[in-house]
């Protein structure tokens, strides 16, 4: 047996994964050296300006990987793998917008009948300037996300080791991501792998990006960029402050309600309903 071909004489799956992975290292890397080269802007101390140079830096290997993996690995093109604008992708992206913001419907509902919640207007208390970049960093970083964990790597893994193993691997892996945000406990960590299954089989169902990311914004902006609760530990500037007072445990506490058990239900029933979408 060809440990390099499969029957078809075609380079194994698994051999294409690793070349992402090793394709998407070294533009990182190479990203964080040119970066290096813009010095000491003290960045950290504004967290918008430095959460958004790390999602730039971010795009370059991103994309970067996954064209070289296609066009001098795969050679197959991109709609193969449910990246672009491809038939129906304003209705893939439409109903992952509306399940995100039923999800976060959901939350806010089960906030008000297991704790206190108080919530106020801060739009106009916040530069328009501010809101707008925080906007547009929730955005990048969900595409970011979505083409690194369930983008080629997650399609390819597939085709090597089957869905489910595939599915549980990235979505690990995405949780592992998000271990060093502030505030991060076990449970958080948990219920985002939980959400990287709920993407993962968004993706799988529908073939398309399209879905999982309209999903994975309407999340974020709405419990972040519209509530203003903590999103995944971190705090944003927002159009409402949502204060809630009850069982961090159940609530999420200063991680937010991503650290909490009501999302692992949401999570859990979303990944359900998505399962039950007419595959694509």
């Not at 390819?156 to 060093?180: K, N």
């Not at 991060?184 to 219920?191: D, I, P, T, V």
């Amino acid at each position: 047996m060809n440990i390099f071909l499969n029957a078809n004489h075609d380079l194994r799956a698994g051999w294409k994964f690793a070349a992402y992975v090793t394709f998407f290292c070294v533009l990182l890397v190479a990203t964080r050296i040119a970066f290096s080269f813009l010095g000491d802007v003290n960045l950290p101390e504004n967290t918008l300006a430095f959460l958004f140079l790390n999602e730039v830096g971010l795009v370059v290997p991103t994309i970067g990987a996954l064209l070289l993996t296609t066009r001098f690995v795969d050679h197959r093109p991109l709609q193969t793998f449910g990246i672009g604008f491809l038939p129906q992708w304003q209705r893939d992206l439409g109903k992952g917008l509306g399940l995100g913001a039923g999800m976060v419907a959901f939350l806010l509902l089960g906030c008000f009948t297991v704790g206190y919640v108080r919530i106020g207007w801060t739009g106009t208390h916040v530069p328009a300037a501010t809101l707008i970049g925080w906007l547009i960093l929730l955005l990048v970083a969900a595409a970011n996300e979505e083409l690194i964990f369930r983008g080629f790597p997650l399609q390819v893994l597939i085709e090597a080791i089957g869905a489910w193993p595939a599915i549980i691997a990235l979505s690990i892996l995405f949780g592992l991501a998000h271990s060093g945000n502030p505030n991060a406990s076990r449970l958080g960590m948990a219920n985002t792998v939980l959400a990287g299954v709920l993407f993962s089989v968004a993706y799988v169902k529908r073939r398309s990006l399209w879905l999982p990311y309209g999903i994975h914004v309407g999340w974020n902006v709405g419990i972040g960029f519209v509530l203003g609760f903590h999103l995944s530990g971190l705090h944003i500037a927002s159009l409402w402050t949502t204060g809630i007072a009850g069982s961090d445990t159940i609530l999420g506490g200063d991680y937010g309600p991503e650290g909490g058990l009501l999302a692992t239900f949401i999570f859990g029933a979303s990944a359900v309903i998505v399962n039950r979408i007419k595959p694509g």
